[in-house]
T-cell receptor
Framework: GENVEQHPSTLSVQEGDSAVIKCTYS??????FPWYKQELGKRPQLIID?????GEKKDQRIAVTLNKTAKHFSLHITETQPEDSAVYFC??????????????FGKGTMLLVSP | DTEVTQTPKHLVMGMTNKKSLKCEQH?????MYWYKQKAKKPPELMFV???????INESVPSRFSPECPNSSLLNLHLHALQPEDSALYLC??????????????FGSGTQLSVL
């Protein structure tokens, strides 16, 4: 099955700095990679996603890059703000023989943005 | 309405009790999911319903019994749980069938404690 590794497990930055979280996956057939943000005591929320036919996607201060050859993808947050503080989960989608698909999540990165 | 609503928010039950978790969405989404999340861990998939049919059961013990009465509702019936089943139970939905597993909308979850 798919295996998703996520690094770092914790990341502390100063407000205004950039933050980068990296994930690697094992199944070369995986073709969809979402990122979820989960604030303390709240629900996970999709913040950005990318398909395997695209190398990069941006949405304001957030960007995701994908390197299919190396099987890794990264989340980039620029001009970080205290409200960016949360746990971020990457995930990779793998299609099963049944035709259905599942998401395999990374273990999460706790991002702390200090004012 | 762009929300997934879960009730109750908190539940404490004994190992001999029977209880049910409820989930509702009115976004017209065709796939609904149950995830289990332990503290500081990623969500773990339990069940997926696609077009009101159970399409994925991730080898979940029979003390957890899912039910999808209609396209907007999802229940999780609990019976004879163990203390290690204590966790946050998240419901999610997505617009397409479970074959895509894209853009999951999560509910706020039910924090379950088994005594």
């Amino acid at each position: 099955g798919e295996n998703v590794e996520q690094h770092p497990s914790t990341l502390s930055v100063q407000e205004g700095d950039s933050a980068v979280i990296k994930c690697t996956y094992s199944d070369s057939a995986s073709n969809y990679f979402p990122w979820y943000k989960q604030e303390l005591g709240k629900r996970p929320q999709l913040i950005i996603d990318i398909r395997s036919n695209v190398g990069e996607k941006k949405d304001q201060r957030i960007a995701v890059t994908l390197n299919k050859t190396a099987k890794h993808f990264s989340l980039h947050i620029t001009e970080t703000q205290p409200e960016d503080s949360a746990v971020y989960f990457c995930a990779a989608r793998q299609r099963m023989d049944s035709g259905y698909s599942t998401l395999t999540f990374g273990k999460g990165t706790m991002l702390l943005v200090s004012p | 309405d762009t929300e997934v609503t879960q009730t109750p928010k908190h539940l404490v039950m004994g190992m001999t009790n029977k209880k049910s978790l409820k989930c509702e969405q009115h976004m017209g989404h065709r796939a609904m999911y149950w995830y289990k999340q332990k503290a500081k861990k990623p969500p773990e998939l339990m069940f997926v319903y696609s077009y009101e049919k159970l399409s994925i059961n991730e080898s979940v013990p029979s003390r957890f019994s899912p039910e999808c009465p209609n396209s907007s509702l999802l229940n999780l019936h609990l019976h004879a749980l163990q203390p290690e089943d204590s966790a946050l139970y998240l419901c999610a939905s997505s617009q397409e069938s479970a074959a895509t597993n894209e853009k999951l909308f999560f509910g706020s979850g039910t924090q379950l404690s088994v005594l």
